[in-house]
């Protein structure tokens, strides 16, 4: 199939061709039809499937067609909500890029940075915005924006909205919607809660599906290091001396260990940068781009920072910890060997985490390869339910000396004043 085939304006069709997409991917040959002929769609993908292309191609040409019969100062006509500040980026970036010989704009907005510039944006008026829940209400609550002319909705990414607790964002949102529009749903797991939200927003959805979340891993080379917890930071140096490996992305459950690595790594004098919940937006799109422009070799990234993270022709991930959710490997492992390039992972396991690795096995339904060649080798045991036990009381005890402690610094180094009497 081609994107002629589709039915597709020659505006988009030229943007397709300065991207090099040669043919739609799976969930583009199935939505792009539904979507134009106005139907609801519940699309089951996760990212990595086209499936920003696969709301955004039709949604520009509705809104290229509507385009014609309208005059006026521009209205936001279509609403993408999104999980994350990295994914609305992305999500503005792909609508640029397919709209662009179109008359069709668009503007990204999130939280975490001045909302001046973005309330600027929006008094011009805009067709396409794309918004993470809590910026969208705040400017909505301020009257800044209004949904009343929203013609398309697209929810994206609905179970992590859901993860990050994001419900009654959303439904104060959709309160807020036309009842008369068009709505996509797009959501990598459909549990019982989403597709129960999916029938508050959709009627008469048509289905789409592709990649279930386990089925990805099946196209990446996966590799497993087992190793001691403390020579994890030992083993990752000996991995990253491997000049096949360029760049990697590189997981860490916690930022707390996340700017630990980054820290070892600096050491080393290799090229690295952390981002995470606790980096500024600025910090954090700096160290993207230095990524995307390869003066970063290794990007240190948390789960949620790294969710829908879009690096063309990444090749490797490292995970320096395993999850304890399976589907959170499958996503991780997912960011690389996108759209048909070659991907691999490797996975550093410590002796607690052997157990989330049998999981994962289970989910994937295949054995990840033990790397052999390993000058770090686990030879310590799990522990038992005791020694858990002592480890997470002498955890706790260490908390709380550290909180102690640091009350009793800010008390003598804030030692409080006397009001002056009136
Ligand atoms: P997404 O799932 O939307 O995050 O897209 C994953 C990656 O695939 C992005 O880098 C897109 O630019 C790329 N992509 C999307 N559609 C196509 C296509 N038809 N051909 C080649 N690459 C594509």
Not at 167 to 174: E, G, Y
Not at 176 to 185: I, M, Y
Not at 229 to 242: A, C, E, R, T, V
Not at 328 to 333: E, G, P
Request: charged letters at 30%; aromatic letters at 6%; one cysteine or more.
């Amino acid at each position: 199939m081609t994107f002629e085939d589709l039915k597709l304006i020659p505006s988009i069709l030229k943007a397709l061709k300065d991207k090099n997409y040669t043919e739609p991917t799976s969930i583009q040959a199935k939505s792009i039809p539904l979507i134009l002929n106005r139907e609801d769609v519940l699309g089951s993908a996760q990212t990595g499937t086209g499936k920003t292309a696969a709301f955004a191609i039709p949604i520009i040409q509705h809104l290229a067609n509507d385009k014609q019969k309208q005059s006026g100062k521009r209205r936001i006509s279509a609403l993408v909500i999104t999980p994350t500040r990295e994914l609305a980026i992305q999500i503005g970036e792909n609508f640029a890029a397919y709209g662009k010989y179109t008359t069709i704009t668009n503007t990204v907005i999130f939280g975490g940075v001045n909302q001046r510039p973005q309330v600027n944006i929006l008094k011009k008026g805009v067709d396409v915005l794309i918004a993470t829940p809590g910026r969208l209400l705040d400017l909505m609550n301020q009257g800044y924006i209004s949904l009343r002319d929203v013609d398309y909705f697209v929810l994206d990414e609905a179970d992590r909205m859901l993860d990050m607790g994001f419900i009654h964002d959303i439904k104060k949102i959709l309160s807020k919607l036309p009842k008369k529009r068009q709505s996509l749903f797009f959501s990598a797991t459909m549990p019982k809660n989403i597709l129960g939200l999916s029938q508050q927003i959709l009627i008469n959805p048509k289905k789409v599906a592709v990649n279930p979340v386990s089925s990805t891993a099946e196209t990446i080379q996966q590799f497993l290091y087992t190793t001691n917890k403390q020579d994890k930071s030992k083993l990752l140096l000996h991995i990253l001396k491997n000049p096949e490996i360029g760049q990697a992305l590189l997981f860490s459950r916690t930022k707390h260990g996340a700017n630990r690595i980054v820290r070892n790594l600096q050491k080393k004098k290799i090229d690295c940068a952390a981002i995470h919940g606790d980096k500024s937006q600025n910090q954090r799109q700096k160290a993207l781009k230095g990524f995307k422009a390869e003066n970063i070799r290794v990007l240190v990234a948390t789960d949620i920072a790294a969710r829908g993270i879009d690096i063309d022709r990444l090749r490797y991930v490292i995970n320096y910890d395993i999850p304890n959710e399976p589907e959170t490997y499958v996503h991780r492992i997912g960011r690389c060997g996108r759209a048909g390039e070659e991907g691999t992972s490797i996975s550093i396991c410590e002796p607690e985490e052997n157990v989330y690795i049998r999981d994962i096995e289970r989910l994937i339904k295949q054995k990840i390869e033990v790397v052999s060649e390993n000058p770090f080798p686990q030879t310590d045991k799990p522990m038992n339910t005791t020694e858990k036990k002592a480890m997470e009381k002498e955890k706790q005890r260490k908390k709380q000396e550290f909180f102690a402690n640091r009350n009793k610094k800010r008390g003598s180094q804030n030692p409080g004043f006397k009001r002056k009497k009136r």
